[in-house]
C-alpha cells in the first residue's frame, strides 16, 4: 500500500526547511559554550574538519536513504536491512530524549526575553543572575523556572495542536535573516569590548595543547546536534525531496549555513567572555556551561547603547529559532506515535506533551530543588544531554556507517545521488562511511565509557 508523498516544491524549499530546522539553540546556545569550554580555536578547527568530512557523509547517507525509501527512519532502516529495524526505533529515541531539556532551555529563553521587554533586562546582566534563576532561589512565582517552562511547552503545544507551524515557520524564515544581520551587529560590537581582541584570538587561533580526544568527542556530538544528524530526522526530510534535487548541492548548503551560523554566535559570546574574565582563558573554559550565552549577552547588551531594545529584539528572535525547532522535534515524535501506535494526531500530540512536561520537570528543578540527585554525576539537563549526545548518537551514527559502508554497501548512496546530479566527493564519501567514521566512532565510544568506568579523566 503506497501512500503518495507530498514532497518540497523547490530545491530552495528543501534547503530551507531543512536549514530551519537544523538552526536552533543548538547553534546559539550549545555551540558556544562547548567552544568556550574546549579551547576555543581547537574546537573550532576540529569541528569544521568534522563537518567537511563526517558531517557530510552522514548527511549525504541519511538524505539519500530517506529519498530512495520514501520512508521515515523506522520503516527506512528495515526495508534497507531487516536486521536492522531496531536501529530506526534507537534513532527515534534520541528526539524523545532531547525535546523535554529543548524546553526547558527554551523557557530560559522566555524569560530573558520578558525581563527585557520589561525593562528588567539589564538587571538580569547580573554575575549570579542565572545560576540563582535555573536553581529556583529567586522569590516570586514569575521567578521561578518551572513557570516559563511549561509557558514554553504551551506555546510549541498552541502551534503543534492548531497545526499553524507553517505560518511560525514562514514568519521564522523571513526573521533569521535579520537574526543574522542583529547577530553580525552584536558580534561585531562585542570586538570593541576593551580585552576582546584576545578573545578573538582564543577563539579563533589553535593551539595544540588543546587538543586531546574529548575536543573530538564534544565536536562530533555538537555536530549531530547541531544538523540533526544521527536521530532519523535527515532521512525524513530526504523522503519528501523531490528526485531532481541535487543531493551534493543541498547538503553543502545546508552545512554551510549552520556551520555559519554558529561560528557567527560563538563570536558574539566568547570574545566578550574573555573580555569580562580579564583574558583568563583559563577560567574561560572552567566556567563555560550550559548557562553561557544567557549570562554573557545580558552583559554586553547592557554596556550597548539602546541595549535594552538590542536584548528585547535579540531574545524575541531566539525564541523564533527555538520554536521552529521545538515544534519540528515534537512533530517526530507525534507522527511516530502516529504511524505507529495508530492513534489520532490529537491524542497523541496531547500524550507528547504530557511526557515532555514531566521528563523536562526533572531538568527544570535538577540545577535547584533535584540536585541532589546527580545520575551518573550530573544535573538532569546535562545527563539527558550526555545520554543523547555523547552515546546514543555515535552508536546510532556507528551502525548507520557499518550498515551503509558493508551491509547494502555505499553504492545505493551514490547511485541515488547520481540519480540527479554529480558526487564529487565520491572517493571521501567511501572511504568515511566504510573505514574513517566507523573506525572513529569506536574510538569516541569507547573514551566515553571508560570515562565513565573512571579509567581516564577529562
Ligand atoms: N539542530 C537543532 C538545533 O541546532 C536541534 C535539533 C536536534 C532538532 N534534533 C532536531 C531540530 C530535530 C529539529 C528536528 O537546535
Same mark, same amino acid.
Given at each position: 500500500?503506497?501512500?503518495?508523498?507530498?514532497?518540497?516544491?523547490?530545491?530552495?524549499?528543501?534547503?530551507?526547511?531543512?536549514?530551519?530546522?537544523?538552526?536552533?539553540? $543548538?547553534?546559539?546556545?550549545?555551540?558556544?559554550?562547548?567552544?568556550?569550554?574546549?579551547?576555543?580555536?581547537?574546537?573550532?578547527?576540529?569541528?569544521?574538519?568534522?563537518?567537511?568530512?563526517?558531517?557530510?557523509?552522514?548527511?549525504?547517507?541519511?538524505?539519500?536513504?530517506?529519498?530512495?525509501?520514501?520512508?521515515?527512519?523506522?520503516?527506512?532502516?528495515?526495508?534497507?536491512?531487516?536486521?536492522?529495524?531496531?536501529?530506526?526505533?534507537?534513532?527515534?529515541?534520541?528526539?524523545?530524549?532531547?525535546?523535554?531539556?529543548?524546553?526547558?532551555?527554551? $523557557?530560559?529563553?522566555?524569560?530573558?526575553?520578558?525581563?527585557?521587554?520589561?525593562?528588567?533586562?539589564?538587571?538580569?546582566?547580573?554575575?549570579?543572575?542565572?545560576?540563582?534563576?535555573?536553581?529556583?532561589?529567586?522569590?516570586?512565582?514569575?521567578?521561578?523556572?518551572?513557570?516559563?517552562?511549561?509557558?514554553?511547552?504551551?506555546?510549541?503545544?498552541?502551534?503543534?495542536?492548531?497545526?499553524?507551524?507553517?505560518?511560525?515557520?514562514?514568519?521564522?524564515?523571513?526573521?533569521?535573516?535579520?537574526?543574522?544581520?542583529?547577530?553580525?551587529?552584536?558580534?561585531?560590537?562585542?570586538?570593541?569590548?576593551?580585552?576582546?581582541?584576545?578573545?578573538?584570538?582564543?577563539?579563533?587561533?589553535?593551539?595544540?595543547?588543546?587538543?586531546?580526544?574529548?575536543?573530538?568527542?564534544?565536536?562530533?556530538?555538537?555536530?549531530?546536534?547541531?544538523?540533526?544528524?544521527?536521530?532519523?530526522?535527515?532521512?525524513?526530510?530526504?523522503?519528501?525531496?523531490?528526485?531532481?534535487?541535487?543531493?551534493?548541492?543541498?547538503?553543502?548548503?545546508?552545512?554551510?549555513?549552520?556551520?555559519?551560523?554558529?561560528?557567527?554566535?560563538?563570536?558574539?559570546?566568547?570574545?566578550?567572555?574573555?573580555?569580562?574574565?580579564?583574558?583568563?582563558?583559563?577560567?574561560?573554559?572552567?566556567?563555560?556551561?550550559?548557562?553561557?550565552?544567557?549570562?554573557?549577552?545580558?552583559?554586553?547588551?547592557?554596556?550597548?547603547?539602546?541595549?535594552?531594545?538590542?536584548?528585547?529584539?535579540?531574545?524575541?528572535?531566539?525564541?523564533?529559532?527555538?520554536?521552529?525547532?521545538?515544534?519540528?522535534?515534537?512533530?517526530?515524535?507525534?507522527?511516530?506515535?502516529?504511524?505507529?501506535?495508530?492513534?489520532?494526531?490529537?491524542?497523541?500530540?496531547?500524550?507528547?506533551?504530557?511526557?515532555?512536561?514531566?521528563?523536562?520537570?526533572?531538568?527544570?528543578?535538577?540545577?535547584?530543588?533535584?540536585?541532589?540527585?546527580?545520575?551518573?554525576?550530573?544535573?538532569?539537563?546535562?545527563?539527558?544531554?550526555?545520554?543523547?549526545?555523547?552515546?546514543?548518537?555515535?552508536?546510532?551514527?556507528?551502525?548507520?556507517?557499518?550498515?551503509?559502508?558493508?551491509?547494502?554497501?555505499?553504492?545505493?548512496?551514490?547511485?541515488?545521488?547520481?540519480?540527479?546530479?554529480?558526487?564529487?566527493?565520491?572517493?571521501?564519501?567511501?572511504?568515511?562511511?566504510?573505514?574513517?567514521?566507523?573506525?572513529?566512532?569506536?574510538?569516541?565510544?569507547?573514551?566515553?565509557?571508560?570515562?565513565?568506568?573512571?579509567?581516564?579523566?577529562?
Amino acid at each position: 500500500m503506497k501512500k503518495e508523498r507530498s514532497s518540497f516544491t523547490s530545491r530552495l524549499g528543501f534547503v530551507l526547511a531543512a536549514a530551519g530546522s537544523a538552526v536552533g539553540l $543548538g547553534n546559539l546556545w550549545r555551540f558556544p559554550y562547548l567552544a568556550a569550554k574546549y579551547g576555543g580555536g581547537t574546537f573550532l578547527l576540529v569541528y569544521i574538519i568534522l563537518a567537511i568530512t563526517f558531517g557530510f557523509t552522514l548527511m549525504i547517507a541519511e538524505i539519500a536513504i530517506g529519498r530512495n525509501t520514501r520512508l521515515s527512519c523506522i520503516g527506512a532502516y528495515r526495508k534497507l536491512d531487516q536486521r536492522f529495524g531496531f536501529l530506526g526505533w534507537l534513532a527515534s529515541l534520541v528526539p524523545v530524549i532531547i525535546t523535554p531539556y529543548y524546553c526547558v532551555i527554551g $523557557g530560559w529563553v522566555v524569560k530573558y526575553l520578558v525581563e527585557f521587554v520589561t525593562g528588567n533586562g539589564l538587571q538580569a546582566a547580573g554575575d549570579s543572575y542565572f545560576a540563582s534563576f535555573t536553581a529556583a532561589q529567586l522569590p516570586g512565582v514569575f521567578n521561578s523556572p518551572v513557570i516559563w517552562f511549561v509557558l514554553y511547552v504551551l506555546l510549541n503545544a498552541v502551534v503543534v495542536l492548531f497545526g499553524v507551524e507553517k505560518g511560525i515557520e514562514k514568519v521564522s524564515r523571513v526573521m533569521m535573516p535579520v537574526l543574522v544581520i542583529l547577530s553580525i551587529v552584536i558580534a561585531g560590537y562585542s570586538l570593541t569590548i576593551p580585552g576582546a581582541m584576545d578573545g578573538l584570538k582564543y577563539y579563533l587561533l589553535p593551539r595544540m595543547e588543546d587538543f586531546s580526544i574529548f575536543t573530538v568527542l564534544a565536536a562530533m556530538g555538537q555536530l549531530f546536534y547541531s544538523m540533526s544528524l544521527a536521530m532519523g530526522i535527515m532521512i525524513t526530510y530526504g523522503s519528501y525531496m523531490q528526485k531532481d534535487n541535487i543531493l551534493e548541492h543541498s547538503v553543502t548548503q545546508i552545512e554551510v549555513f549552520d556551520t555559519g551560523f554558529a561560528l557567527l554566535a560563538g563570536l558574539m559570546i566568547i570574545p566578550a567572555m574573555v573580555a569580562f574574565s580579564g583574558g583568563d582563558t583559563a577560567l574561560v573554559r572552567e566556567s563555560a556551561g550550559a548557562g553561557l550565552m544567557f549570562g554573557v549577552l545580558p552583559k554586553v547588551f547592557e554596556s550597548m547603547m539602546f541595549g535594552g531594545v538590542i536584548g528585547t529584539i535579540f531574545f524575541l528572535l531566539v525564541l523564533l529559532a527555538a520554536l521552529t525547532s521545538s515544534i519540528s522535534l515534537t512533530e517526530t515524535i507525534v507522527s511516530i506515535l502516529v504511524d505507529k501506535l495508530h492513534i489520532g494526531r490529537k491524542p497523541a500530540t496531547v500524550g507528547v506533551l504530557l511526557g515532555v512536561l514531566l521528563l523536562g520537570l526533572l531538568s527544570c528543578l535538577g540545577y535547584g530543588p533535584l540536585s541532589a540527585i546527580q545520575p551518573l554525576g550530573m544535573a538532569f539537563l546535562d545527563f539527558f544531554d550526555f545520554i543523547s549526545n555523547s552515546i546514543l548518537m555515535p552508536i546510532v551514527a556507528f551502525l548507520t556507517c557499518i550498515l551503509v559502508g558493508h551491509v547494502v554497501g555505499p553504492k545505493f548512496i551514490i547511485d541515488e545521488v547520481e540519480t540527479s546530479g554529480a558526487f564529487h566527493r565520491k572517493k571521501l564519501f567511501v572511504v568515511m562511511i566504510r573505514w574513517i567514521a566507523p573506525v572513529m566512532l569506536l574510538m569516541i565510544l569507547g573514551t566515553e565509557i571508560l570515562k565513565f568506568l573512571g579509567v581516564i579523566s577529562v
